[in-house]
């Protein structure tokens, strides 16, 4: 996932939990309140504020390791912090319900996850391109409503 802070004078932090030591991840887990790696990718999913505002600490203790996270704060965070799947997570989301799709012999599964991943998705094209890649590039969003 990528962690996006976009400050006031327009300034952007982001992250990528792909370039995440094991020891800062740890860090993370810890900071959430002792939730296991997995819960943690799921708060992110789930756009929640202390998950995402512990990876963009972890990021910035690179820095400054004296931050404590009880006072790393990310003011304005409802409009300003996101989280976004990268092409990574998007394919194995697509892999598995394309999978469980091809078993059915039917789209309807595919084509009902689209618009939930396409608003997760840091680059929207890599939906595209991933349904491409799976040989179901006719569920791609048409070109005038991609963005």
Not at 14 to 25: D, H, M, R
Not at 34 to 55: C, F, I, K, N, S
Not at 103 to 119: G, Y
Not at 130 to 139: E, F, M, S, W
Request: proline letters at 4%; a negative charge; charged letters at 30%.
């Amino acid at each position: 996932m990528i962690i996006t802070y976009t400050y006031a004078d327009g300034t952007v932090d982001q992250v990528s939990t792909e370039e995440l030591s094991a020891i800062e991840s740890a860090a993370i887990e810890e900071a959430v309140g002792g939730t296991p790696w997995r819960e943690v990718e799921d708060r992110l999913r789930g756009q929640d504020p202390t998950a995402m505002r512990a990876v963009l600490w972890a990021a910035r203790r690179r820095a400054q390791p004296d931050l404590k996270f009880s006072t790393f704060d990310v003011p304005g965070w409802r409009r300003r912090l996101t989280a976004r799947l990268e092409r990574t997570e998007i394919d194995d989301v697509l892999d598995n319900i394309v999978a469980e799709a091809l078993a059915k012999n039917e789209d309807a599964a595919i084509d009902a996850m689209l618009p939930h991943l396409r608003k997760l998705a840091h680059d929207r094209a890599d939906i595209d391109a991933a349904l491409d890649a799976l040989g179901k590039g006719h569920l791609a969003a048409p070109a005038d409503s991609a963005a």
